[in-house]
């Protein structure tokens, strides 16, 4: 799921600068054309549109299983404002070693938290551009159509940035990249209070 | 075409020319007129020009695409609320003069000269006959202050009045259960809309911008606005209108850009 999401965001956020470049938001910035998708602004539309069936369905089902499974709350939570704090104190001390691989430390659940929230805004953004009277509801809870436009760009910025830090530091930990690539140490569960047949039954005496 | 007799020139061939290659070739010669050659030459040039055409794209990443596009355009359809109603502003925030758009500069208008003007109509419609001018300002007019949005990202809020096209539909005994309607415009311009939007309430033929005649960088004398349409959807200076059941391609789907562009 996660290589899936990492592909429809690299089409997504290529072919967005195609699109944004059409009309900028930004006087100041436009994107060099070499680092867009798509030959001319249709080709950056027809990509944008085919890239978002990928990365909501993937996301749907990767926010169903994390939720459904409890997992989003086991690996992300709970989050101590006293641990963000140690972790950036380490990381600073060019501390970066995860010694265990199955943890996330605090500052990477706060970020990953973070960029799964940005990831469903960047969403109802985009369904707010993209049908801003067929979900005029939507839309309204942006305020209008070009507020929700620069909504979609901020979230598409807050993504580049997370995707800087997240790609150099996963560089920085090698270890977690071969993880990523393989599927990661295998964790054994083992359910908190076991209740097997055998065990005696306790006699008090 | 008749052949002359033999000059007395010293320059012709005594043995006239073996006519076996003509006749061989003659189904291929008699498929090139100038006109076609023409028509050819200046597409082949044209091709340098257009964005977006077949030579810079990949095909079979192409027709991929359009076939994603296709399916986006049922897509839409299926999410379209008929009734819904797109929202409406107050007169004060209406922009004077509107933002102009075609795929050439404003300067390349060509205006239409409303004399000579007649609006056509064609395919699934029982009372054919072409209205002028005087005839469309006649039919009940309606209003709306909506937001037009460009494909681009743009946007402005709108006066437009005219008639709603359901009733001009309606009037001329139109097939309402056909598939599109079509505009063929001054500037050969193409576009089409699915019957469900030709249908919207917020669907009209406008005539008037700001409670003015629309200018001629918009449409003059008459132009497509729909509420619920990218703004590429709204045809300007229409010379005829064709129910029909056949999809009508259009300028901006040509060149890939999705049909139904709803928004």
Redo the contacts between chains.
Sequence with gaps: MHWTNAAAMLIMITSGWK??N??V?FGWLHFPEAITLG?????G???H??GMWILAINGLVYLTYGLATGRFREKLLPIRPSEVIATVRDALRLRLDHDDLTHYNAVQKVLYVGIILVGVVVVLSGLAI?????F?ELT?LFYD??TA?LVHFLCMAAIVGFLVVHVALAILVPKSLLAMLTGGPVVKRESPDPVRASDPIPVNE | MSIRPPSPSIFRPRKPIDQTVMKENRLLVDEINRRNVLRGALSLGALTMLTGCEPYENQALQTFMRAVSSWNDRAQSLIFRPNHLAPTFSESQVVKPPRFNAYYDVEDVKPVDSAGWKLELAGLIQDKRPWTVQQIAGLPEQELIIRHICVEGWDYIGQWSGVNLRHFLERVGADLTAKYVAFKCADDYTESIDMATALHPQTILATKYAREPISDPFGFPLRLRTATKLGFKNAKWIMAIEVTNEFPDTFWHKQGFNWFAGI
């Design positions: 699109i944004y059409d009309e938001i030959k001319y602004a249709q080709h539309l027809q990509w549109f085919f993209w049908k801003p009277i067929q005029s309204s159509f070009q436009r």
